[in-house]
């Protein structure tokens, strides 16, 4: 069983900045893809980023690709989303997501684990 805990949500102008934060528990967060996924009012969850075991692969969604980055630091377990020049349609409820089928996988039912989210609103 893997318990994560999404932190670094909060309110920002477009153009800004934010990190997000996921903290894993369990000794076998080193061996899982780890993902992150958005939700906004009314529609469905959709994926954002994704990062290989490792960390050597990495994959975004187009509507980020360029202005998220998606990291990981297994000594902490940790999986990072620095998110940059952000805009007003990336407001969301971000949530972190362990276990992938694969790093390119961006359907929500391929991973097995969901931290509990945080909100991020981009004002305009």
């Known amino acids: 069983q893997v318990q994560l805990v999404d932190t670094g949500g909060g309110l920002v102008q477009a153009g800004g900045s934010l990190r997000l934060s996921c903290a894993a528990s369990?000794?076998?967060?080193?061996?899982?893809?780890m993902g992150w996924f958005r939700q906004a009012p009314g529609k469905a969850r959709e994926f954002v980023a994704a990062i290989s075991w490792g960390g050597g692969r990495t994959y975004y969604a187009d509507s980020v690709k360029g202005r998220f980055t998606i990291s990981r630091d297994n000594a902490k377990n940790t999986v990072y989303l620095q998110m940059s020049s952000l805009k007003p349609e990336d407001t969301a409820v971000y949530y972190c997501?362990?276990?992938?089928?694969?790093?390119?996988?961006?359907?929500?039912?391929?991973?097995?684990?969901w931290g509990q989210g945080t909100q991020v609103t981009v004002s305009s």
């Open positions: 997501a362990a276990d992938g089928v694969s790093y390119r996988s961006v359907y929500p039912n391929s991973y097995a684990y």
């Open positions: 369990g000794r076998t967060f080193s061996s899982y893809t």
